[in-house]
């Protein structure tokens, strides 16, 4: 299974004129290979997704396959709880591997192989300088480094040290595998780089088996020859790396070897996409989880509501270039809303109630009226509302004395209420500091074309709740996690823990229609005039319904920032 296209035709970013050319050519048979290999030691982020998208998308695109792999050569920070969560991620997204989902792991001993053959081939060597020592020997871009003395130590001397790596003799770091390529070399990743390095942790898969892992340098290239890879697509921090890479399946002998692409990674205006960061704020109880819904995690996404295809199709709209930017938040925002606009069940629901007493109603009687659920698709039908004499309405639907352009309610002037005809109000109660406690208003149920009974003009609709059968409701009101635009740019000397914003939750007691307290965890709703919200799908329960606030109706941050 693959995600659909969401919005018309694709644009042709640079990735996808190189595959159609490769393809047209003929190159590698016309197959297109893609992987997506993240490390699993973390969650996933918007970021991934912008990969995932790019990876699946055009291997889908072109009739091929993408591969799913765990880049699994760090055992200290790796788990399977990461494993599973990239699984459900993924298929979330609307992606899947198929048969086509490896670990790196399972390549340990064949990657044990390559790198004896590279020591017999004189390519690579068992070094034993300190860490400190090797940074020295390296030297840095404008001067050329000093080969090791161990460079040339003789063929079977380094075969017979490799092996009792392998076998357990040695402290951690205290010897290593390194290739042999160029110490003069301007790019550093090519003055012999570590091919592996000793390392007593436990995997996660394979136990005690290793004491030694492989570098992501040498696995990852030896990985994509191993699958038959064709179109290894990457974050442009690798480009740098792409030498090394080369230089690795250079000597696999391989008629067509994979080759490496590079492509911007997303940077995401209010919010830190850095795994290490996001761990932070993670242990540190900042936020509450990896899946709190103000992270960039697709698992807090979607826990807050945002729907797969509307990440599928901000992903499709930044494209793909080779240069860095930062990406507005409120474009991903923008996306989410489209996509609810289409798919998300009106309701109604009150953050700040004031009640309402129609006077002409009488105590007790009670009435449903019917409610489209969306106007927008029209297969989604209808749904019934109490409706009665005391009713709940936003108190800032009220003003005593208004100021021009305020349409709403006010003495002597009437409002439309939402599927309910309309309502004058023609007196306040208030409490002994003078604020409106009640409103008594008079209900004019409308004529059948749903105008006023008296003929008069109205302005302004707005929403409701039925005192006698409205049901509280826990509303989370989620706004961007940071204080800070581009959190990337603070100075060295500001910790970026201390620009969170204060205000990036508001918890609020609200009342709705009876219907919410069916809600399923993860639905989604567009509460009118107040917002996007989806059904919690940790916390909300039958007798407790708890709503996330996937995003405001229109982008208020805007004002409020200055834009």
């Given at each position: 299974?693959?995600?659909?296209?969401?919005?018309?035709?694709?644009?042709?970013?640079?990735?996808?004129?190189?595959?159609?050319?490769?393809?047209?050519?003929?190159?590698?048979?016309?197959?297109?290979?893609?992987?997506?290999?993240?490390?699993?030691?973390?969650?996933?982020?918007?970021?991934?997704?912008?990969?995932?998208?790019?990876?699946?998308?055009?291997?889908?695109?072109?009739?091929?396959?993408?591969?799913?792999?765990?880049?699994?050569?760090?055992?200290?920070?790796?788990?399977?709880?990461?494993?599973?969560?990239?699984?459900?991620?993924?298929?979330?997204?609307?992606?899947?591997?198929?048969?086509?989902?490896?670990?790196?792991?399972?390549?340990?001993?064949?990657?044990?192989?390559?790198?004896?053959?590279?020591?017999?081939?004189?390519?690579?060597?068992?070094?034993?300088?300190?860490?400190?020592?090797?940074?020295?020997?390296?030297?840095?871009?404008?001067?050329?480094?000093?080969?090791?003395?161990?460079?040339?130590?003789?063929?079977?001397?380094?075969?017979?040290?490799?092996?009792?790596?392998?076998?357990?003799?040695?402290?951690?770091?205290?010897?290593?595998?390194?290739?042999?390529?160029?110490?003069?070399?301007?790019?550093?990743?090519?003055?012999?780089?570590?091919?592996?390095?000793?390392?007593?942790?436990?995997?996660?898969?394979?136990?005690?088996?290793?004491?030694?892992?492989?570098?992501?340098?040498?696995?990852?290239?030896?990985?994509?020859?191993?699958?038959?890879?064709?179109?290894?697509?990457?974050?442009?921090?690798?480009?740098?790396?792409?030498?090394?890479?080369?230089?690795?399946?250079?000597?696999?002998?391989?008629?067509?070897?994979?080759?490496?692409?590079?492509?911007?990674?997303?940077?995401?205006?209010?919010?830190?996409?850095?795994?290490?960061?996001?761990?932070?704020?993670?242990?540190?109880?900042?936020?509450?989880?990896?899946?709190?819904?103000?992270?960039?995690?697709?698992?807090?996404?979607?826990?807050?509501?945002?729907?797969?295809?509307?990440?599928?199709h901000f992903c499709e709209l930044i494209g793909v270039t080779k240069y860095e930017s930062l990406t507005d938040l409120a474009l991903l925002e923008h996306c989410v809303r489209d996509e609810l606009n289409r798919t998300a069940a009106r309701r109604m629901a009150v953050l700040r109630p004031l009640k309402v007493i129609l006077e002409n109603v009488q105590p007790g009687h009670v009435e449903e009226m019917e409610a489209v659920n969306n106007p927008e698709d029209p297969a989604a039908g209808t749904r019934r509302i109490p409706f009665g004499r005391e009713l709940w309405i936003e108190r800032d639907d009220y003003m005593d004395d208004p100021p021009p352009k305020f349409y709403r309610l006010a003495p002597g002037r009437t409002v439309r209420l939402r599927y309910a005809g309309f309502v004058e109000c023609v007196g306040v109660e208030r409490d002994a500091a003078g604020d409106p406690t009640a409103l008594r208003c008079r209900w004019d149920r409308g004529t059948p074309d749903g105008r006023p009974s008296d003929g008069r003009k109205v302005k302004s609709t707005i929403h409701w709740a039925h005192a006698d059968t409205a049901v509280p409701i826990e509303l989370r009101l989620y706004d961007r996690l940071f204080r800070v635009e581009d959190v990337g740019a603070l100075p060295d000397d500001v910790d970026y823990k201390t620009q969170l914003n204060p205000d990036s939750l508001k918890i609020v007691q609200a009342l709705g229609e009876p219907s919410l307290a069916e809600a399923r965890p993860g639905e989604s709703f567009q509460f009118e005039r107040v917002g996007y919200f989806c059904a919690d799908a940790k916390d909300h329960a039958p007798g407790r319904p708890v709503f996330n606030r996937t995003v405001e109706l229109k982008d208020t941050w805007a004002k409020i920032a200055g834009r």
């Open positions: 299974m693959s995600a659909p296209s969401d919005n018309g035709p694709a644009p042709q970013h640079f990735i996808r004129q190189i595959i159609a050319a490769d393809v047209a050519a003929g190159r590698y048979g016309g197959r297109v290979v893609t992987r997506f290999p993240p490390e699993p030691n973390g969650y996933l982020h918007i970021g991934h997704a912008k990969a995932i998208c790019i990876d699946f998308g055009m291997a889908e695109e072109f009739g091929g396959r993408c591969h799913l792999r765990m880049d699994d050569t760090n055992p200290t920070k790796e788990s399977m709880e990461y494993v599973e969560a990239i699984r459900e991620d993924i298929r979330w997204l609307g992606f899947d591997w198929g048969e086509h989902f490896y670990f790196s792991a399972d390549y340990f001993e064949r990657m044990y192989e390559t790198a004896r053959s590279l020591i017999r081939a004189g390519l690579a060597y068992v070094c034993e300088l300190t860490q400190e020592e090797f940074k020295e020997y390296r030297g840095v871009p404008t001067r050329p480094g000093r080969e090791s003395p161990y460079r040339n130590r003789p063929i079977e001397e380094s075969l017979d040290l490799f092996a009792r790596m392998r076998a357990g003799e040695f402290p951690d770091g205290s010897l290593c595998l390194r290739a042999k390529i160029d110490m003069a070399s301007p790019n550093l990743h090519l003055r012999d780089p570590v091919l592996y390095r000793i390392l007593r942790t436990p995997h996660y898969r394979t136990g005690d088996q290793w004491c030694m892992y492989p570098t992501y340098d040498f696995a990852h290239p030896l990985e994509d020859a191993f699958e038959g890879v064709t179109h290894s697509l990457c974050t442009l921090e690798f480009e740098v790396h792409r030498p090394l890479y080369d230089w690795v399946v250079s000597h696999l002998g391989l008629a067509e070897p994979p080759h490496q692409y590079e492509f911007a990674r997303l940077n995401l205006s209010y919010t830190v996409m850095s795994k290490r960061k996001l761990l932070e704020l993670v242990q540190e109880g900042l936020v509450r989880g990896w899946d709190d819904p103000r992270l960039p995690t697709i698992c807090g996404m979607r826990r807050r509501g945002y729907p797969p295809a509307a990440i599928r």
